[in-house]
C-alpha cells in the first residue's frame, strides 16, 4: 500500500479544478501581489523624496545653472598718463576665442588648430594641464584674432560643426613700444591660483586680470575697473529666451605718472644696449621725473598670454631684464658716498674746510696698505679737491675719524639702508652699516679697517640708484627730502628733515659743483648756463688686487660706472643718478645725467616744464577724471 | 447566463480613477508642450483617450469567454501581425515598429499584442485545471509568450517585449508555482541574465552601462537621466507651478510629453503632487486586484491581474527610469505619456477588467 500522504496528494493535483473554478486558492498569492504592488510604489517614492525634498538645492542649482548663462562684460583698464597728460599705456579690443571642453570633441581638434594657426602638441598639452580644472570653465585658447580667424570662427561655431568654439571681445593692454617704461609701469596678467589664496588676492576672481608688476600692480586698484555681466536664460540648444540681469561694466580709472616723458625718453636712449638704470627726482618735491632700468622686457608680450619661448626668453636671461635695477640692486655707491661723508665729518666737526691730508697713492691703516685711484697720488688736498679729484687718501682718513656709527646717523637719516617708500613693488633697502648691524647680523665686531673701506663707498655699503638719488638730492636741499613718488597723493607725501648747518652742505655742495665745472672727475656732465652739480663713482666689484692680476677681465667683473649730478647749485629743482654696471669708468655715467638735466632745463626755459597738469583726487576716492 | 449589463455595473471606481490620471496627463501634456511643435499634442490625446473609452466600452461588453474561445484566433492574428510589423514596417529612429495605415495612423502592433497575451495565458492557465502547474505545461506556456516577445525584440523593442513578462510571471505564479521551480528559474536567471549581455545590441548594452553611471556620457545617452533627475529635483515639495517648469520649458528635458511626462510633471507639481498622482495609480491598481479577487471565476482572475501586473511593470520602468532608479527603455507611462496606440491599448486593458466586473454575478 503506498502512503496515505502521497495518496491525498495525488488525489489533489488530479483533483479537477474546474469543480472549484473559483479565485480562493490563489488568495494568497493575491495578497502577496498587494505587497509587491506596495513595495513597488514605496521604491519609487523614495527616489522621488531624495530628489525633491533631500536632494532639492543640489538639483535647483543643477537648473539654475542649465538655463542661466552669465557672460562677463570685461572692463577696460584706466590708462597710465605722464606729467603732462600725454598717454603712455592704453588699451586696445580684440577678440580671443575659448573652447568649451564641455562639448568637445577630440576629432575637432586638428582641424581648430589648423583654422586658428595653432600649434596642436601645444593645444594638446594645455588640454592635459587644464584636466584637474571643472570642466565648465572654458579655456581661452588663442587671443588676438586675426580677420582670417575671427572669420574661422563664426563660420564654424554653429552647433553642429564646432560648438565648443566662441568669440569673446576682449580688452588688451596695449603697452608703449621698445621697451619704455617697462619698468615703472609693469604689466598685467590672470589673478593665479596661488596668488588667489592669499588675503590680498581675496577681494579677485579667478579669470580677473590685475597688474602684477610696477605700477599696474601698486595701483591696481585705481586701474582696474569692475567688471560688468549680462545674464540671460537659454534653452538646451543654447538660444537667448530673456535678458534677466544686465550690469555695466565700471571702466578703471585713469592715472597719471609724475615721470615726463620727455626726460624718460633720453634716458632709455642713452641706455639703450646697456646695462644699468637712470633716476631723476624734483629735489623740491620727490617726483618721480624719469626712471630707467635696462635691459627691459616687453610688457606687451606679457598683456596676452604670454608665449612659454618669450617667458623662458625673459627669466633665462643672465642679464635679468626683469629686475628693476632703479629700484632694486644694491651696489656699491663707490665715490659718490663721499659727499655723505664729507657732510657728517663736517657737522661731526672732525675736518673743515681747511683740514687737509697728503695724499702718496697709498697709506696705511690698522696694518695694511690702502691705495688711491690715482696711483702717483693727489698730493695734499683739502676737502674742495678732494671730492673734485675723488682722492681715496682725503675719505679714508676723514671716516677713520668720523667712525661708522656716526656715518651711520646721516646716512640712515638721508634714506640710506632702508625702502625710500617709492609707490612701487618689491623696493631694495641696500645697506648702511654700522657696528650694531655688524654685531647683530654677521656677530662680529666692527674693525676700523671697515670704516676706512665705508669712507670711499666701498666694503658694506650698498644702495640703489634711487636711494643715492635721493640721498644727493637731500644734501644738496639743505637736508630736506621727500619720499619719492610716482604718482600724486597728498595722503602718501612724508617730508624728512635733517637739521644740519648750511655752511656745511655749501661746502660739500661747492665740491660737487667744482666735480662739474672747476677741472674735476665730471666735467663731462658740464651744461652751459646751469649750475650743475654731481659727483662720479666707480664702484669696484672686487678688489684693486683682483684687477691687478687679470688682464682679461670678465665683462661681468669689471666695475660699476655712477655719476649723480644735480642743478642748480643754489635752490636745486632736479637730480639724476646714473648707474652703469661694469662701465669701468665712471666718466662715462655723467653725459647721460647731463642729458637728461639738459632736457630739463630746456623745457623750463621754454616753460613747457609744468606740474602735473590734470585733477587729481585723492587715491581712494572716487573722480580720478581725466579732462 | 444573465447577460443584460448596465452602465451601472461598470466599476465606477476604476473608470474615474483612470479618467483623472488622464486629465493630469492631458493638462501635463498642454504645459509641456505649449509653444513647441507638439503643441497639438493634448487634443490629440483627448481625441485618443475618447477613442480608447469607446473601445473600453466595446470590450467590455463582449463576455470574456467568448473572448477567450476566440484565443487561438486571436494569437495567430497577432504573430501575423508581428511578423509583418519586422517586414513592411515603417522604419523610424532605426526600429520597425509601426505598420502605417491608410490616413496616416501608425499602428503600433506589439501595443495591442499586450491584450492578446494577457487573454492567451489566462486561457491556458485556467485550462490547465490544475492548482499546480508542471514543468511541460510551463515550458508550453513560456514559449507561447516567447514567440511575440521574440518578434517584438526583433524590430527591436526590447523595452516593449519586456513588458510581456510580468504578464507571465503573474500568471504562473498565481498558477501555483511550486517553490523548488521558482528556484530553478532563479538559478537560470542568474545564470542567463549575465550570459544574454552578448546579445544584447551596442545601443542596449551602452543603456544599461549609462544607467549605471550617467556621468559616463553626459551629452549622450545619459543626458536625459540627468536632466530628468534635475527636472524632479528642481521641483522640490511644491513645484515650480502649471508652465512654470524650466527644464521642461527650455527644453532640457528630452520628450517632456511622453517618455518623460512624469519628470515635467514632478518639475511642475513637486514631491506633493507626484504623491498625489502615485496615490492615484496605487488605488487603480489595488481596483483592479480588488476586481481578480471579486472575480466569478479563475480565467477572470488571471485576466484581470495580467493586466494589472503588466500596468505595474510599466509604472516600476518609466517611473523608476524617470527618477534615475531604472535603466532607459523608452516605455511610456500608462494614462499619462502622450500617443495613440498606449492610450488604446491601456483602455482596452481596462475594458477587460471592466469586463470582467460586470460578469462578477454568475448567476
Given at each position: 500500500?503506498?502512503?496515505?500522504?502521497h495518496?491525498?496528494?495525488q488525489?489533489e493535483?488530479?483533483?479537477?479544478?474546474?469543480?472549484?473554478?473559483?479565485?480562493?486558492f490563489?488568495?494568497w498569492?493575491?495578497?502577496?501581489?498587494?505587497?509587491?504592488?506596495?513595495?513597488v510604489?514605496?521604491?519609487?517614492?523614495?527616489?522621488f523624496?531624495t530628489?525633491?525634498?533631500?536632494?532639492n538645492?543640489?538639483?535647483?542649482?543643477?537648473?539654475?545653472?542649465?538655463?542661466?548663462k552669465?557672460t562677463?562684460?570685461?572692463?577696460a583698464?584706466?590708462?597710465?598718463?605722464?606729467?603732462?597728460?600725454?598717454?603712455?599705456?592704453?588699451n586696445h579690443?580684440?577678440?580671443?576665442?575659448?573652447?568649451s571642453?564641455?562639448?568637445?570633441?577630440?576629432?575637432?581638434l586638428?582641424?581648430?588648430t589648423?583654422?586658428l594657426n595653432?600649434?596642436?602638441?601645444?593645444?594638446?598639452?594645455?588640454?592635459r594641464?587644464w584636466k584637474?580644472?571643472?570642466?565648465?570653465?572654458?579655456?581661452?585658447?588663442?587671443?588676438e584674432?586675426?580677420?582670417?580667424?575671427?572669420?574661422?570662427v563664426e563660420?564654424?561655431?554653429?552647433?553642429?560643426?564646432?560648438?565648443?568654439?566662441?568669440?569673446?571681445?576682449?580688452?588688451?593692454?596695449?603697452?608703449?613700444k621698445?621697451?619704455?617704461?617697462?619698468?615703472v609701469i609693469g604689466?598685467?596678467?590672470?589673478?593665479?591660483?596661488a596668488?588667489?589664496?592669499?588675503?590680498?588676492?581675496?577681494?579677485y576672481?579667478?579669470?580677473?586680470?590685475?597688474?602684477k608688476?610696477?605700477i599696474?600692480?601698486?595701483y591696481?586698484?585705481i586701474?582696474?575697473?569692475?567688471?560688468g555681466?549680462?545674464?540671460?536664460v537659454?534653452?538646451s540648444k543654447?538660444?537667448?529666451?530673456?535678458?534677466i540681469?544686465y550690469?555695466d561694466?565700471i571702466?578703471?580709472?585713469?592715472?597719471?605718472?609724475?615721470?615726463?616723458?620727455?626726460?624718460?625718453?633720453?634716458?632709455?636712449?642713452?641706455?639703450?644696449?646697456?646695462r644699468?638704470a637712470?633716476v631723476?627726482?624734483?629735489?623740491r618735491?620727490g617726483?618721480?621725473?624719469?626712471?630707467?632700468?635696462?635691459?627691459?622686457?616687453?610688457?606687451?608680450?606679457?598683456?596676452?598670454r604670454?608665449?612659454?619661448k618669450?617667458?623662458?626668453?625673459?627669466?633665462?636671461?643672465?642679464?635679468?631684464?626683469m629686475?628693476?635695477?632703479?629700484?632694486?640692486?644694491?651696489?656699491?655707491?663707490g665715490?659718490t658716498?663721499?659727499?655723505?661723508?664729507?657732510?657728517a665729518?663736517?657737522?661731526?666737526g672732525?675736518?673743515d674746510d681747511?683740514t687737509t691730508?697728503?695724499?702718496?697713492?697709498?697709506?696705511?691703516f690698522?696694518?695694511?696698505?690702502?691705495?688711491c685711484?690715482?696711483?702717483?697720488?693727489?698730493?695734499?688736498?683739502?676737502?674742495?679737491?678732494?671730492l673734485?679729484?675723488?682722492?681715496?687718501?682725503?675719505?679714508?682718513n676723514?671716516?677713520?675719524?668720523?667712525?661708522?656709527?656716526?656715518?651711520?646717523?646721516?646716512?640712515?637719516?638721508?634714506?640710506?639702508?632702508?625702502?625710500?617708500?617709492?609707490?612701487?613693488?618689491?623696493?631694495g633697502?641696500?645697506?648702511?652699516p654700522s657696528?650694531?648691524?655688524?654685531?647683530?647680523?654677521?656677530?662680529?665686531k666692527?674693525?676700523?679697517?671697515?670704516?676706512?673701506?665705508?669712507?670711499i663707498g666701498?666694503?658694506y655699503v650698498n644702495?640703489?640708484?634711487?636711494?643715492?638719488?635721493l640721498?644727493?638730492?637731500g644734501?644738496?636741499?639743505?637736508?630736506?627730502?621727500?619720499r619719492?613718488?610716482?604718482?600724486?597723493?597728498?595722503?602718501?607725501?612724508e617730508?624728512?628733515?635733517?637739521?644740519?648747518?648750511?655752511?656745511?652742505?655749501?661746502?660739500?655742495?661747492?665740491?660737487m659743483?667744482?666735480v662739474?665745472?672747476?677741472g674735476g672727475?665730471?666735467?663731462?656732465?658740464?651744461?652751459?648756463?646751469v649750475e650743475?652739480?654731481?659727483?662720479?663713482?666707480?664702484?669696484?666689484l672686487?678688489?684693486?688686487?683682483?684687477?691687478?692680476?687679470?688682464?682679461a677681465?670678465?665683462?661681468d667683473?669689471?666695475?660699476?660706472?655712477?655719476?649723480?649730478?644735480f642743478?642748480?647749485?643754489?635752490?636745486?629743482e632736479?637730480?639724476?643718478?646714473?648707474l652703469?654696471?661694469?662701465?669701468?669708468?665712471?666718466?662715462?655715467a655723467?653725459p647721460?645725467?647731463?642729458?637728461?638735466?639738459?632736457?630739463?632745463f630746456d623745457?623750463?626755459?621754454?616753460?613747457?616744464?609744468?606740474a602735473?597738469?590734470l585733477?587729481?583726487?585723492?587715491?581712494?576716492q572716487?573722480g580720478?577724471?581725466?579732462? | 447566463?444573465?447577460?443584460?449589463?448596465?452602465?451601472?455595473d461598470?466599476?465606477?471606481?476604476?473608470?474615474?480613477?483612470?479618467?483623472?490620471?488622464?486629465?493630469?496627463?492631458v493638462?501635463?501634456i498642454f504645459s509641456?508642450?505649449?509653444?513647441?511643435?507638439w503643441?497639438?499634442?493634448?487634443?490629440?490625446?483627448v481625441v485618443?483617450?475618447?477613442?480608447g473609452l469607446?473601445l473600453?466600452?466595446?470590450?467590455?461588453?463582449?463576455?470574456y469567454?467568448t473572448?477567450?474561445?476566440?484565443?487561438?484566433?486571436?494569437y495567430?492574428?497577432m504573430?501575423?501581425?508581428?511578423?509583418?510589423t519586422?517586414v513592411i514596417?515603417?522604419?523610424?529612429?532605426?526600429?520597425?515598429r509601426w505598420?502605417?495605415?491608410p490616413?496616416?495612423?501608425?499602428l503600433?502592433?506589439?501595443?495591442?499584442?499586450?491584450?492578446?497575451v494577457?487573454?492567451?495565458?489566462?486561457?491556458?492557465?485556467?485550462?490547465?485545471?490544475?492548482?499546480?502547474?508542471?514543468?511541460?505545461?510551463?515550458?508550453?506556456?513560456?514559449?507561447?509568450v516567447?514567440?511575440?516577445?521574440?518578434?517584438?525584440m526583433?524590430?527591436p523593442?526590447?523595452?516593449t517585449?519586456?513588458t510581456?513578462?510580468?504578464i507571465?510571471a503573474?500568471?504562473i505564479?498565481?498558477?501555483g508555482?511550486?517553490?523548488?521551480?521558482?528556484?530553478?528559474i532563479?538559478?537560470?536567471?542568474?545564470?542567463?541574465?549575465p550570459?544574454?549581455?552578448f546579445?544584447?545590441?551596442?545601443?542596449?548594452k551602452?543603456?544599461?552601462?549609462?544607467?549605471?553611471?550617467?556621468?559616463?556620457?553626459?551629452?549622450?545617452?545619459?543626458?536625459?537621466?540627468?536632466?530628468?533627475?534635475i527636472?524632479?529635483?528642481?521641483?522640490g515639495?511644491?513645484?515650480?507651478?502649471v508652465?512654470?517648469?524650466?527644464?521642461?520649458?527650455?527644453?532640457?528635458?528630452?520628450?517632456p510629453?511622453?517618455d518623460?511626462?512624469f519628470?515635467?510633471?514632478?518639475?511642475?507639481?513637486?514631491?506633493?503632487?507626484v504623491?498625489?498622482?502615485?496615490?492615484l495609480?496605487?488605488?487603480?491598481?489595488?481596483?483592479i486586484?480588488?476586481?481578480?479577487?471579486?472575480s466569478?471565476?479563475r480565467?477572470?482572475?488571471?485576466?484581470?491581474m495580467g493586466v494589472?501586473s503588466?500596468?505595474?511593470?510599466?509604472?516600476?520602468?518609466n517611473?523608476?527610469?524617470?527618477?534615475g532608479?531604472m535603466?532607459?527603455t523608452?516605455i511610456?507611462l500608462?494614462?499619462?505619456s502622450?500617443?495613440?496606440?498606449?492610450?488604446?491599448?491601456?483602455?482596452m486593458?481596462?475594458?477587460l477588467?471592466?469586463?470582467?466586473r460586470l460578469?462578477r454575478f454568475?448567476?
Open positions: 500500500m503506498p502512503p496515505l500522504s495518496d491525498a496528494s488525489h493535483t488530479l483533483d479537477p479544478a474546474v469543480l472549484r473554478d473559483d479565485v480562493i490563489a488568495a498569492r493575491i495578497a502577496f501581489f498587494q505587497y509587491t504592488v506596495v513595495g510604489f514605496l521604491f519609487i517614492l523614495s527616489g523624496w530628489l525633491q525634498v533631500q536632494d538645492l543640489i538639483y535647483s542649482e543643477a537648473a539654475a545653472r542649465n538655463r542661466i552669465s562677463p562684460m570685461l572692463a583698464r584706466g590708462k597710465i598718463l605722464d606729467r603732462e597728460g600725454r598717454v603712455i599705456v592704453d579690443f580684440s577678440f580671443s576665442v575659448i573652447l571642453r564641455e562639448n568637445l570633441k577630440d576629432e575637432h586638428p582641424t581648430i589648423e583654422g595653432l600649434d596642436h602638441e601645444d593645444l594638446l598639452a594645455r588640454l594641464r584637474s580644472v571643472p570642466k565648465y570653465r572654458a579655456i581661452v585658447i588663442k587671443e584674432l586675426t580677420a582670417a580667424e575671427i572669420a574661422f563660420s564654424h561655431n554653429d552647433p553642429d560643426t564646432f560648438p565648443e568654439l566662441e568669440l569673446v571681445h576682449v580688452q588688451h593692454r596695449l603697452y608703449p621698445d621697451n619704455l617704461m617697462a619698468h604689466y598685467v596678467g590672470e589673478v593665479t591660483e596668488e588667489l589664496d592669499l588675503p590680498d588676492f581675496a577681494k576672481n579667478q579669470g580677473d586680470v590685475i597688474g608688476a610696477g599696474e600692480r601698486q591696481n586698484e586701474l582696474m575697473g569692475t567688471d555681466e549680462r545674464q540671460v537659454v534653452d543654447g538660444n537667448e529666451r530673456e535678458v540681469g550690469k561694466a571702466p578703471g580709472r585713469s592715472l597719471q605718472l609724475t615721470v615726463d616723458l620727455d626726460l624718460q625718453i633720453v634716458a632709455e636712449l642713452a641706455l639703450e644696449g646697456r644699468g637712470v631723476a627726482l624734483d629735489v618735491s617726483e618721480v621725473l624719469a626712471m630707467v632700468s635696462r635691459p627691459a622686457f616687453d610688457p606687451n608680450k606679457f598683456a596676452g604670454i608665449r612659454r618669450d617667458w623662458d626668453e625673459i627669466i633665462l636671461n643672465p642679464d635679468k631684464p629686475f628693476n635695477r632703479a629700484i632694486q640692486s644694491n651696489f656699491a655707491p665715490s658716498f663721499k659727499p655723505l661723508v664729507a657732510l665729518a663736517l657737522e661731526a672732525v675736518i681747511n691730508f697728503n695724499c702718496t697713492g697709498s697709506m696705511s690698522y696694518g695694511r696698505p690702502w691705495g685711484h690715482l696711483r702717483k697720488g693727489h698730493g695734499r688736498v683739502n676737502l674742495q679737491r678732494a673734485e679729484q675723488s682722492c681715496d687718501i682725503f675719505f679714508y676723514t671716516a677713520n675719524l668720523l667712525g661708522i656709527d656716526k656715518l651711520f646717523e646721516y646716512g640712515d637719516q638721508l634714506g640710506l639702508g632702508k625702502e625710500t617708500g617709492i609707490d612701487l613693488p618689491f623696493e633697502k641696500g645697506l648702511m657696528s650694531k648691524w655688524k654685531a647683530r647680523t654677521l656677530r662680529q666692527w674693525m676700523g679697517g671697515d670704516t676706512v673701506n665705508v669712507g666701498q666694503g644702495v640703489t640708484p634711487l636711494q643715492l638719488a640721498m644727493i638730492g644734501i644738496a636741499n639743505g637736508g630736506i627730502w621727500n619719492p613718488h610716482l604718482v600724486n597723493d597728498p595722503n602718501r607725501r617730508t624728512h628733515t635733517l637739521a644740519i648747518n648750511p655752511l656745511s652742505t655749501s661746502s660739500v655742495i661747492y665740491g659743483y667744482g662739474v665745472n672747476l672727475t665730471g666735467g663731462s656732465a658740464r651744461l652751459p648756463g650743475v652739480c654731481g659727483k662720479t663713482g666707480t664702484a669696484q672686487y678688489g684693486y688686487d683682483t684687477k691687478a692680476r687679470g688682464s677681465i670678465a665683462k667683473l669689471r666695475d660699476n660706472a655712477w655719476f649723480v649730478g642743478a642748480p647749485r643754489t635752490n636745486p632736479i637730480v639724476v643718478a646714473a652703469f654696471e661694469n662701465g669701468e669708468h665712471g666718466p662715462l655723467a647721460i645725467v647731463r642729458d637728461v638735466l639738459k632736457v630739463y623745457k623750463k626755459s621754454r616753460n613747457v616744464m609744468r602735473p597738469t585733477a587729481m583726487a585723492p587715491l581712494g572716487k580720478f577724471a581725466v579732462n | 447566463m444573465g447577460s443584460y449589463r448596465t452602465l451601472r461598470l466599476d465606477w471606481a476604476l473608470l474615474i480613477l483612470s479618467l483623472l490620471i488622464c486629465g493630469l496627463g493638462l501635463q509641456a508642450t505649449r509653444g513647441t511643435k503643441q497639438n499634442a493634448w487634443w490629440k490625446q485618443w483617450l475618447v477613442a469607446l473600453m466600452w466595446l470590450i467590455s461588453s463582449i463576455d469567454h473572448l477567450l474561445g476566440q484565443v487561438p484566433v486571436l495567430a492574428g504573430v501575423v501581425l508581428l511578423l509583418l519586422v514596417g515603417s522604419k523610424i529612429f532605426g526600429a520597425r505598420i502605417a495605415l490616413g496616416g495612423v501608425l503600433q502592433v506589439s501595443e495591442f499584442a499586450k491584450i492578446v494577457v487573454l492567451m495565458v489566462a486561457r491556458f492557465l485556467t485550462e490547465l485545471k490544475t492548482d499546480a502547474i508542471n514543468w511541460r505545461d510551463l515550458l508550453k506556456l513560456v514559449g507561447l516567447g514567440l511575440p516577445m521574440l518578434l517584438v526583433k524590430q523593442d526590447l523595452g517585449s519586456l510581456y513578462l510580468p507571465l503573474t500568471g505564479f498565481l498558477a508555482l511550486r517553490w523548488q521551480y521558482a528556484l530553478s532563479g538559478v537560470l536567471a542568474v545564470v542567463l541574465i550570459s544574454s549581455w546579445l544584447l545590441k551596442d545601443y542596449q551602452s543603456r544599461i552601462e549609462t544607467f549605471l553611471d550617467p556621468s559616463r556620457d553626459p551629452k549622450g545617452e545619459g543626458y536625459q537621466i540627468i536632466q530628468s533627475k527636472a524632479i529635483g528642481n521641483g515639495m511644491w513645484g515650480r507651478g508652465t512654470k517648469g524650466t527644464q521642461t520649458k527650455l527644453q532640457f528635458l528630452p520628450v510629453h511622453t518623460f511626462i519628470s515635467a510633471f514632478a518639475e511642475e507639481h513637486g514631491f506633493v503632487g504623491v498625489v498622482v502615485l496615490g495609480y496605487f488605488l487603480l491598481l489595488m481596483q486586484v480588488q476586481n481578480a479577487q471579486t466569478p471565476d480565467a477572470g482572475m488571471y485576466i484581470c494589472c503588466l500596468l505595474l511593470f510599466h509604472l516600476l520602468v517611473v523608476g527610469m524617470v527618477v532608479k535603466p532607459v523608452g511610456p500608462p494614462f499619462m502622450s500617443g495613440g496606440s498606449g492610450m488604446l491599448s491601456v483602455f486593458m481596462l475594458g477588467v471592466h469586463n470582467v460578469r454568475v448567476n
